[in-house]
């Protein structure tokens, strides 16, 4: 399997609901630096995955509108805990949409799966993955 | 699937055994970055994998018997060349435990697998990865 | 001349008043990886600048009443900007309070300057160095 | 699964052909950061999964050719992209080959699978990861 | 002393003049990551040392006639070997002009020294650090 | 100023006699990720601080004595704590000899000063900087 994967960074605010949070209860925030890869079985007639110019255009779309945001005040996570693990598959979401409908110069269906990891700090970090089809 | 991965350090001597170590048979020593992922299909109500703060706590359990100690000493490891793959899986071993009897704040059941991380320097690195159950 | 730095991390949240800071006017985050070096001419009769299991105690200290806070409503930063330049400020004055005092194990005379580097992700972060004396 | 990573880098040059590729279709260059694991269901008895010393050597001999060259004048790279992609492949075969005929001091047939992973920035990569046998 | 640093990349070909550069003297690349740090005693009414997302601009305005070329070829280079010690003071010579000249939305004269690094590899580094008046 | 650094790692073991140093009392270990940086006023007429492959050289040779040893044994540090605030300055006399004496291709004379980077894990480092002359 191939794979290609781009990275980019957001700074948010956010406050989580749940004893289990802690002191994380509280507005804080954090600096995000997500990657995004794009696994496949093949490489294209280029030699390539994706165009990589393109996959960091998409993932910087869908972190445009989180970025120096506090997110519980965004109506799409209204009554969610923005967790790292919850963004991971916001972004995913968003991604494979793209992926899917070919923006990233390919024909979707060659894309296997996808995987997006948010670093939070150099001590703690959230991944998920899943294929696209 | 959903993952988080939070890591710990310790700093530890030890030596090895057999010709294939070459110089490492002296009793030297290493810094492990050590990280452990846990990886699940669902997320829990509060939207996270496991509560971090516990992982953290269960990760640092395992290696406090280990740091700054010799590990030619520990009794546990009697016999056994303590190799940054072997260590991966000693740790696997003590943070499954956990995992599966619900220290994590979570049914273990719903956790699927782990995978430990050790790098030894920015050269190299070994991991193990199982499922849980 | 001898020094030596300890790290440690934040995660806060707060807002910036100036169009200069155009989006970072809203209410927004940071991961800050926070460092202090500290700076001395000699070592003391053990060999070291400091001792560095109270000098991350001392840094944790003063990471302590920021950390998982917005720092908007904290009375300490009332009507100013908590830009990463004023914060390492900030956390100079208080390490600096606690080395001068002798806190970290030496007469504070015999150390020189402290240096605190505050990252707030992989593309900009700031510093504030200064003597002691 | 273990598995043991080794790295070491390269510095080349080279253009692509295809207007995917943007400001890339002139000469330009990359650091090339490039890791390997070597990945075994079972420690061998001295508790590794190859010999870490041998690993680093056979990646080095695989690297050697390219090392401070412009990749478009290498006759076995004629008529192709080397992106980045393109470059964990031809790593990953030439290791396959070590691997599989027991050079990295062990029973290639107990080696299962290989993975090269190739940074050419902080803010992108690309791995192959297949099976051996 | 107050810094502010930020940072970011280009991709290059180049090769060098004379025996001392042993396999460097055929064209090759890099990745090359680079910072500037602006230095300055005080900060500006708004807390800051230079509007970061100007520093970003000045700096990539630096650096765009570099990336994806071949630096053998550019005329502003020619004769000279373009080593990653020649390239720091090049960008400190340009990011120079522009903090002198007002560009980064502070009385020039405030700030009083740069800093430009660059990284080209994991292995190895040169900066350049110098007043301003 | 310019400067160049390289770097390169020891793994070692070693214990120290003190109670400020608490459970580093025993013996234990560490990787160390070593850091050279040579400082000159000028570029030579090839454009280069030093010859990055002679530093690089000329650093290992200092490293080789201590790479895989436990320092506790080794009779030039009888006596005396290994800290790593020690190791700097000790790398430093080394490195410092050879820079004089003009074994990294330039008159030791145009080297102003030196300065070693010992990071013992990623939450601590020290660092030793002296004129050469």
């Known amino acids: 399997m191939h794979a290609v994967e781009v990275s980019d960074q957001i700074m948010i605010a956010h406050s989580f ?14 600096t995000f630096v997500v990657r995004v890869a794009f696994l496949a079985e093949t490489l ?4 390539i995955v994706v165009d ?3 996959a960091h255009a998409v993932l910087k ?4 509108p989180l970025n120096y945001r506090n997110l519980d005040e965004l109506p799409q ?16 979401d968003l991604v494979a949409d793209a992926a ?22 150099p001590l703690a970090r959230a991944w998920y ?3 696209l089809w």
């Open 77 to 92: 996570f209204a009554g969610v805990n923005t967790t790292t693990e919850f963004l991971t598959r916001h972004i995913f």
């Open 129 to 131: 993955e899943a294929p």
């Open 17 to 30: 609901r749940g004893e289990v949070f802690g002191p994380a209860q509280k507005v804080h925030g954090a």
């Open 44 to 47: 294209d007639p280029h030699g």
């Open 100 to 121: 899917r409908s070919g923006k990233l110069g390919r024909d979707g269906r060659e894309l296997k799966a996808l995987r997006v990891t948010i670093a939070e700090s």
């Open 52 to 54: 990589i110019a393109g």
């Open 61 to 64: 779309a869908a972190l445009l």
